[in-house]
């Protein structure tokens, strides 16, 4: 045993002397490379077509010129920027374009000229990044949005087609700048009443006054409603009416040739009774109208009436020269006042409600008109509607008559309000010849149509507007121009 340990000594000592090492020196002072070790291995998570780094750190004490590389490259991807410092491989790995699954490679490690035995395998997994919603990562999605939500009529919406695109469960903020995601047209604006595109007609003469022997002529013009605006009227024609001179009707109706080619004919008119007034009985003031445009009660304000219409037809060249009524033998009773009009003119009635009746109440009255004619209106500015009432705040009116005509009141006879009497009525030919020639012609053309009418009144009272059946027969003598 001496022996042996007296030989490691020596052979010691000589190993020192013959290297130059000190006896305390380890082996890997030496560099003596040896097998080195490994660590365990890793596993990575990254996002389909997204690179992540892997950094891999082991260190083996044992060994001398210890370093970390790559064993085995993966499949499904590669590796880039590797290097190896401090007992630590850092790498970057990209998955293949759209690859989604689990790929691995492995790394070793060196001692000089000895690799490590086992390798240290790096698992990555590749996921599918998150949807938004229905839609895949990296998928664009369009929309539509508008500048504005409502545009004027006539206006056109002003759209842009809009991007975003999907990544990793969100939406990218969309490209553009509109922020309206509907858009319409507004409602176009009407016309005084009348809807858009809605279309007004009218009949214009060429002629105002025609001579006996003369036709009218007309023509129907139109205009149309655009948002808010009336089109101009078609047609070129000017003159609201026309009719036959009345001083040339005259002559040819007073010429004593032309008497035996006068034609006369009888008509009977009846007008039924008539109930009540048809008051606005919800409203409070004046512009307060019902269907009837009948208005709420007021005391001494007419605010009512019943009118009610016939017609009688002459053929369409008929001139009228006379016209001569014959009332019955009966007790006519009314409340509050009335009115008898042909073709839209006043020829009687209970009061005189025109601008010429003398009284200051009325200037706002019915309105006589060139002709001395008494036009009727319910509404507007020469309206009945709205005007004072007072019993007999102006004498009766008939067309044509004065109180200063001999017998004026055998051929002007009105029954007073509420109370029983007779009507007669006897109008000057000439005035009946101008109230003859505002006939119009119907929808048969070869037909002329005169239109009575009978109006009754109210302002306050239960009552007002009624009258009794009545009815008169009227003799027209024409002739055909």
């Known amino acids: 045993m001496q022996r042996l340990i007296l030989y490691l000594t020596t052979s010691v000592l000589f190993a020192s002397l013959l290297f130059g090492c000190r006896p305390e020196q380890q082996a890997s002072e030496f560099n003596i490379s040896s097998t080195p070790k490994i660590g365990e291995g890793i596993e990575l998570e990254t996002k389909m077509n997204q690179a992540i780094e892997v950094n891999y750190f082991f260190k083996d004490d044992e060994a001398i010129n210890f370093e970390l590389n790559i064993g085995a490259d993966p499949k499904y991807g590669k590796l880039s920027d590797c290097y190896f410092n401090n007992n630590n491989l850092k790498c970057m790995y990209t998955p293949n374009d759209q690859f989604v699954g689990t790929d691995e490679f492995y790394i070793m490690s060196r001692d000089g000229d000895f690799s490590s035995n086992d390798m240290a395998r790096v698992q990555v997994k590749v996921i599918n990044p998150d949807k938004c919603g229905d839609t895949l990562h990296g998928q664009l999605i369009y929309r539509t949005m508008f500048k504005d939500a409502v545009v004027n009529y006539g206006e056109v919406c002003e759209s842009e087609v809009q991007e975003s695109q999907c990544f990793d469960g969100e939406l990218t903020e969309y490209s553009g700048s509109f922020q309206n995601a509907s858009c319409r047209v507004g409602e176009p604006n009407s016309c005084e009443g009348a809807l858009h595109g809605e279309t007004k007609t009218r009949i214009k003469y060429k002629k105002e006054k025609v001579l006996y022997n003369e036709v009218c002529e007309k023509e129907v013009q139109s205009q149309t409603c655009n948002d808010g605006s009336f089109s101009a009227w078609s047609g070129s024609y000017t003159f609201d009416s026309c009719s036959i001179d009345a001083k040339e009707v005259i002559k040819k109706c007073e010429d004593p040739e032309m008497m035996n080619k006068l034609i006369e004919k009888k008509f009977t008119i009846n007008f039924p ?14 512009n307060d109208l019902n269907e009837y445009l009948n208005g709420p009660r007021k005391n001494e304000k007419i605010r009512a009436r019943i009118e009610q219409y016939t017609k009688i037809t002459l053929p369409e060249n008929g001139v009228i020269c006379d016209m001569k009524f014959q009332f019955p033998n009966q007790k006519m009773l009314y409340d509050d006042e009335i009115l008898l009009t042909v073709n839209n003119y006043v020829v009687m009635s209970s009061q005189n409600y025109s601008t010429q009746s003398g009284n200051a109440k009325y200037a706002n009255g019915l309105k006589i008109n060139a002709d001395g004619l008494m036009e009727y209106n319910w509404m507007g500015d020469n309206g009945l509607y709205n005007l004072y009432y007072g019993t007999s705040v102006t004498p009766k009116y008939c067309l044509g008559l004065t109180n200063q005509d001999a017998n ?24 009946m010849i101008k109230v003859g020639l505002g006939a119009e012609i119907g929808s048969n053309s070869n037909k002329k149509q005169i239109s009575f009418g009978f109006i009754t009144t109210g302002d306050n009272d239960n009552g007002d507007c009624e009258h009794a059946a009545y009815g008169f027969d009227v003799d027209i003598k024409y002739l055909e121009n």
Do not use: M, V, W
């Open 408 to 431: 004026y009141h055998e051929r002007c006879s009105i029954p007073k309000t509420e109370t029983r009497g007779e009507i007669k009525l006897d109008i000057p030919a000439n005035e």
């Open 273 to 286: 009774a008539a109930i009540e007034c048809q008051f606005n009985e919800t409203g409070t003031n004046e």
